[in-house]
């Protein structure tokens, strides 16, 4: 079954600095989700990407997806405390299934 | 900005007892689907719904499980016999495409579902 591994599992930071987190699929991906989650509550979808190469953006998040790799990187820019949460990337565990797999998840702490 | 509606937001059942979870998804969106999160864990797929029956489930969601979208409004799990193991944060979802495609899911804020 996949496996989407997420790196790291958990980064403070200070208000202003940039920061990258890591999710490496073990198998093929189709299509990758990633979401947000504030503790105790549901999780708010940012980005799909789809195809090798495709860079998306939502305010100061950039998302990339290698496929070769079978990974995709999000990078926040000048992070703020609104940024703060857990971060998840899910991805179709194959191609006609209606079924997404996610990650644990990166804890992310921007203290002020 | 439409929600995905969930209730109760909290729900503690003795072991052995049936709970329903309700969900009102967006009235314009034609997937829906249950994920779970026990405590610390991932969060898990359940099932997905689509034109009134079941589209795939997970190895979790065995017989004690059920889904029903009785009125074309509501769409609600129900656990026929809980056990310990059951207790978790629920997710209800819905979206306009499948897996959400470019849009995502909307989720719902969850029922934390505690049996003892």
């Known amino acids: 079954s996949q496996e989407l591994e ?3 599992q958990s980064l403070i930071v200070q208000e202003g600095k940039n920061l990258t987190i890591n999710c490496t699929s073990s198998k093929t991906l189709y299509g990758l989700y990633w979401y947000k989650q504030k503790y105790g509550e549901g999780l708010i979808f940012l980005m799909m990407l789809q195809k090798g190469g495709e860079e998306k953006s939502h305010e100061k998040i950039t998302a990339k997806l290698d496929e070769k790799k079978q990974q995709s990187s999000l990078h926040i820019t000048a992070s703020q405390p609104s940024h ?3 971060y998840l990337c899910g991805a179709a565990s194959q191609g006609g299934s209606e ?4 990650g644990k998840g990166m804890k992310l702490t921007v203290n002020p | 900005e439409p929600e995905v509606t969930q209730t109760p937001s909290h729900q503690v059942t003795q072991m052995g007892q049936e709970v ?11 997937y829906f689907y249950w994920y779970r999160q026990i405590l610390g864990q991932k969060v898990e797929f359940l099932v997905s719904f689509y ?4 589209s795939e489930k997970s190895e979790i969601f065995d017989d004690q499980f ?3 979208r009785p009125d074309g409004s509501n769409f609600t799990l129900k656990i026929r016999s809980t056990k310990l193991e059951d207790s978790a944060m629920y997710f209800c979802a819905s979206s306009v495409l499948p897996r959400g495609g470019n849009y995502g899911y909307t989720f719902g804020s969850g029922t934390r579902l505690t049996v003892v």
């Open chain 1, 99 to 102: 079924k997404l797999v996610f």
């Open chain 2, 51 to 54: 034109n009134n029956e079941i």
């Open chain 1, 6 to 8: 997420q790196s790291p």
């Open chain 2, 66 to 68: 059920s889904v029903e």
């Open chain 2, 20 to 30: 329903i979870l309700r969900c009102v998804p967006i009235s314009n969106h034609l």
């Open chain 1, 84 to 86: 703060a949460g857990i």
